[in-house]
């Protein structure tokens, strides 16, 4: 069974405001995956992480930031947040077991007024 | 640049009727994920094909893969309601772990 694990739920917040979405995972998982969801639409990959230390920016340009100083921790920050931020974003994470297979959690739906 | 391409995006169908979703994808991949996600939850995962001729099945839902054609098939059995949902495709891009998404399938299934 999955645990990750993802905070706040739901989340509105003021334009310029700087917010930390969180996501942890308790099943050691070296790869962790941030991804961004509009409504209805495809998944578009934002940030991912192959282990401690290790970060890359993903296929569609962000302006959040991202850090793994812990192997089951992987949050995301917007420094100011505007309007266009708004979406729903998603974390991941896999491992050797089950053939690298991402395991989601549950979601941040992020409004920015 | 792998590119994801999934046909139908929409699909309304009737009960017990039978029915294939399409996922065509633009290079060369190893390894292939179908994913379900109901509206406003995440995303469930539902098969992940190895190898070229690889065909899963769960209950209704039967997926295959052939990567010499660059083709996946998820094909849906007698359909029920409660399969309504948006179905993803996601091939492996590359040798590492990042995954590219088609654009979904919205299936909605009439009682």
């Known amino acids: 069974e999955a645990d990750i694990y993802q905070t706040p739920r739901y989340l509105v917040i003021g334009t310029g405001k700087k917010i930390t979405l969180e996501c942890s995972q308790t099943?050691?998982?070296?790869?962790m995956y941030w991804y961004q969801q509009d409504p209805g639409m495809e998944l578009h990959l934002i940030h991912y992480?192959?282990?401690?230390?290790?970060?890359e920016k993903g296929d569609l340009s962000s302006e959040s930031t991202v850090s793994r100083i812990r192997t089951e921790h992987f949050p995301l920050t917007l420094e100011s947040a505007r309007p266009s931020h708004t979406s729903q974003y998603l974390c991941?994470?896999?491992?050797?077991?089950?053939?690298?297979?991402?395991?989601f959690g549950p979601g941040t739906r992020l409004t920015v007024t | 640049e792998l590119k994801v391409e999934q046909n139908p995006l929409f699909l309304s169908m009737q009960e017990g009727k039978n029915y294939t979703i399409y996922c065509n994808y633009s290079?060369?991949?190893?390894?292939l994920y179908w994913y379900r996600q109901d509206p406003g939850k995440s995303l469930e995962s539902l098969f992940v094909l190895l190898s070229n001729g690889a065909v899963k099945q769960e209950g209704r839902l039967m997926a295959s893969l052939d990567t010499k054609a660059r083709l996946s098939t998820l094909h849906i059995t007698a359909a029920v309601h409660d399969l309504s949902a948006t179905y993803f495709c996601?091939?492996?891009?590359?040798?590492?772990?990042?995954?590219?998404f088609g654009k979904g399938t919205r299936l909605h299934i009439l009682p």
């Open positions: 996601a091939p492996r891009e590359g040798r590492d772990d990042k995954i590219i």
């Open positions: 099943m050691g998982h070296d790869k």
């Open positions: 992480s192959y282990g401690v230390n290790s970060t």
């Open positions: 991941a994470s896999s491992g050797y077991i089950k053939f690298h297979e991402q395991y």
């Open positions: 290079t060369t991949s190893d390894r």
